[in-house]
Structure formats: structure tokens, C-alpha cells
């Protein structure tokens, strides 16, 4: 067989990054530190989450040349400067609703959007903060609001203890107010419950790229390890998730009648 002399066809892999391409040492439970890479740091620049040695062999796939990766995260400008692994394309910050440019400068066009789609849903998400407060008041949870462009679009609750049953009760008492139709919605992980739009997130932001700026790839693939990756996976040719993440979690607690 001969191996084609062409250059390989342009792939682009939008990759969530904690607990996709790396995560904290608490997530590693028994791993050896020394087969560990540090890929983040924490605000006094100490060395917070690593990715393993399989992580790291991902990395190198996604090294080639022909690869575009494309970050695909929740965290906002300052958690992504802590992240050290050497990014040079386009990145999707803060859920979804703000892209970078290689050039490291919000995307104007995707800013605008993002604003004007903001603007309808300030009242709802006052009123479901507002709502909320007295309850995580109450259970010792502290609440952050985030902006983006300069307008809020998400609410944040966190446990000093990560109590997972604090973080339930809050969870329930925001899903049973923002229903299917509400246009906010509630993502929850180990550590944190949050209040952000339904229609306005990473999935939007993923069909964005592919619609302007990198439409053409003859292979997109999405790499997430959360329920809430799925839609932005879901954009994508083929769906790559991480063994014990949540979304695997997820799908081996399903029992599908077999025919
Ligand atoms: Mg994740």
C-alpha cells in the first residue's frame, strides 16, 4: 500500500479542558506525581491540576500539524491565563460566550451576538439570583455573579466543603423554578451549581467557529467529560469522553433495552 503524499485533510478538535485534558490531583487519587505533567497554575502560581501520562499522549495527537485545537471551556480570562498548555488558535471562554481570536482578542461579531442575546435575559436571571440568595445564605454557600462583555450571564453557587447536600438542595430548588422552557438553565458538577442561559453556551458558541472561521474541516471532533458538553460534542463529527467523567458516568447508569 502506498501512503498518500498529500498533506493530511485539516481536522479541529473543540476540547473542554478540567477534567477533559487535565484535572486536579484530587481527581487522581493514587496516581504516582512523578508521571504527572503540570498543566495549570493556582493564583499564587503553584502548580494545581496535571494531566496523566494518557492526557499527555492526547496532547501529542493533537499536536500535528494538521490539528487545530480549539479550547472549549467554562473558564473566564483569568483562569485561562493559569492554564500553561501552549494554546494558539481560537478559544472559547466562559461557557461559551466569549471567543478569542488566535490574536488573543474577543471576537467581535460573536461579542455582539452575545450581547444582544443578553439582553432579554437579565431580568430572569436577576429574579432566579435574587431567589436563590436567601437559600445559599442560609446553607453557607456563597453565590458569584459573572459577566461577559460587560453584561452578567451567569450565577454561581459554591460550598467551602463542596457539600454535596447543600449543592443538591440548591441545585432542586433552581431546576424546579427553571424548567425546560425557562430560558436559563442549571448545569451542576462536584463543586459548583450554576445559573446560565439554555440557548447561549458552548454549543452555540462551537456552531459559531464551525460557521465562519473554520468551516471546512474535513473532521471536527468534540472531547468532554460533562452532561452539560454534550450539546458542543454533539456539533461535532465524532464525541470523545474521558473513562470515570461524569458524562460516562452518566451513560453506563443508563439500561437500554437490548434488541
Ligand atoms: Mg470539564
Known amino acids: 500500500m502506498t501512503l498518500p503524499l498529500t498533506s493530511p485533510a485539516s481536522t479541529v478538535v473543540f476540547a473542554d479542558l478540567d477534567d477533559t485534558l487535565f484535572q486536579t490531583l484530587r481527581k487522581l487519587p493514587g496516581a504516582d506525581p512523578a508521571t504527572l505533567t503540570p498543566m495549570t497554575v493556582d493564583s499564587r502560581g503553584q502548580p494545581h491540576s496535571h494531566a496523566t501520562p494518557a492526557q499527555m499522549a492526547l496532547l501529542d495527537l493533537l499536536a500535528a500539524p494538521h490539528v487545530t485545537l480549539v479550547p472549549v ?10 492554564v500553561t498548555l501552549p ?11 466569549t471567543i478569542l481570536t488566535p490574536a488573543g482578542t474577543p471576537d467581535p461579531e ?7 442575546q443578553l439582553a432579554p435575559l437579565q431580568e430572569p436571571l436577576r429574579a432566579g439570583t435574587g431567589a436563590i440568595a436567601p437559600h445559599a445564605a442560609r446553607l453557607g454557600a456563597r453565590l458569584t455573579s459573572h459577566a461577559a ?12 466543603d463542596a457539600d454535596p ?17 425557562h430560558p436559563l438553565r442549571v448545569i451542576a458538577n462536584a463543586n459548583n451549581v450554576s445559573l446560565l442561559p439554555r440557548h447561549l453556551g458552548k454549543a452555540a458558541a462551537v456552531r459559531y467557529l464551525l460557521g465562519t472561521h473554520l468551516s471546512g474541516a474535513a473532521l ?11 450539546p458542543f460534542m454533539d456539533e461535532c463529527d465524532f464525541a470523545l469522553t474521558p473513562r470515570r467523567g461524569q458524562l460516562m458516568r452518566t451513560l453506563r447508569a443508563l439500561t437500554l433495552p437490548q434488541r
Open 73 to 82: 471551556t467554562g473558564r473566564d480570562a483569568a483562569a485561562m491565563a493559569r
Open 87 to 97: 494554546l494558539r488558535s481560537w478559544r472559547v471562554l466562559d461557557h461559551g460566550l
Open 110 to 116: 460573536w461579542a455582539a451576538q452575545v450581547r444582544a
Open 149 to 160: 462583555h460587560g453584561t452578567p450571564f451567569m450565577t454561581v453557587l459554591k460550598h467551602p
Open 165 to 181: 447536600a447543600v449543592l443538591a438542595e440548591l441545585q432542586d430548588r433552581l431546576e424546579a423554578a427553571h424548567g425546560p422552557d
Open 220 to 230: 471536527t471532533l468534540g472531547l468532554g467529560d460533562s452532561v452539560s458538553d454534550l
